[in-house]
């Protein structure tokens, strides 16, 4: 038995292409070593993944994980199947979507749904999602609901939160009367009200969310969100 029940290696998919055969040599080693976890890092800056099934042209914009000039995402079924592989293994496989930072390369793909509508001026140029909309939560819902369909056996839903490099959002007109309608103090409070956003929407699929050390975290949900260092 492990020495901790939740003992975990990350594979991070989204920096370079790992080819989900290389994938299935690492869930063997967990399964050889007593790791019960693989966690799949599927986007960051440099890459976004994951294929979701109304938006074929996902990947656009990925760095290193291209045909020539085509998009490069995984395939669904290949995804289901290596679940499944993973699972036969006692392996759970844990999803990450990066949110709001290290986020891109999804935000390149989406500019109006996750970074600046045409309405505020268009383009993905805020260096993170605008977690000061919230029209980016059902198009995040969404994602989120197609990724937990396909790892289904994970209990866990990994919504990162590091690293966010928030001043270019903060100095947007729109921010400062988000911020006041919802009687926020500044960006702490914002993520703050993001966490907790995501936090509905993984709850709801049934799993239980985690984030990265470092964002600040309501204390009313500290028995909510997993905080991994």
């Known amino acids: 038995w492990p020495h901790a029940d939740y003992v975990a290696v990350m594979v991070d998919c989204a920096r370079q292409e790992i080819p989900l055969y290389v994938v299935k040599k690492i869930i063997e080693s967990c399964r050889y070593n007593k790791v019960r976890y693989c966690h799949l890092h599927l986007s ?3 890459g976004y993944t994951f294929p979701l099934k109304d938006r074929p042209n996902m990947g656009r914009h990925n760095r290193g994980h291209c ?3 085509a998009p490069k995402v ?7 199947d290596l679940v499944a592989f993973a699972d036969a293994r006692g392996v759970t496989l844990v999803p990450e979507l990066e949110t709001p930072g290290h986020s891109d390369a999804i935000r390149l793909d989406l ?11 268009g383009g993905a140029r805020l260096g993170m999602m605008n977690i000061a909309d919230d029209k980016i939560y059902p198009v995040l819902d969404g994602i989120v609901g197609e990724i937990c369909d396909v790892f289904k056996s994970s209990p866990y839903f990994h919504i990162g939160c590091d690293e966010v490099n928030s001043g270019t959002l903060m100095g947007q007109p729109w921010t400062g009367p988000f911020l006041k309608k919802n009687k926020l103090n500044g960006y702490g409070d914002l993520i703050k009200r993001h966490i907790s956003k995501m936090n509905g929407i993984v709850r709801k699929r049934g799993k239980m969310t985690i984030i990265w050390s470092g964002a600040p975290l309501d204390p ?3 028995d909510e969100v997993i ?3």
């Not at 995984?74 to 289901?80: R, T």
């Not at 500019?111 to 001026?121: V, Y």
């Open 227 to 229: 905080v991994m260092t």
């Open 67 to 69: 045909e020539g000039d």
């Open 220 to 222: 009313a949900m500290k």
């Open 74 to 80: 995984y395939d669904l079924q290949q995804l289901k």
């Open 44 to 46: 960051d800056d440099h």
């Open 111 to 121: 500019p109006d749904e996750l970074d600046r509508p045409k309405e505020m001026g």
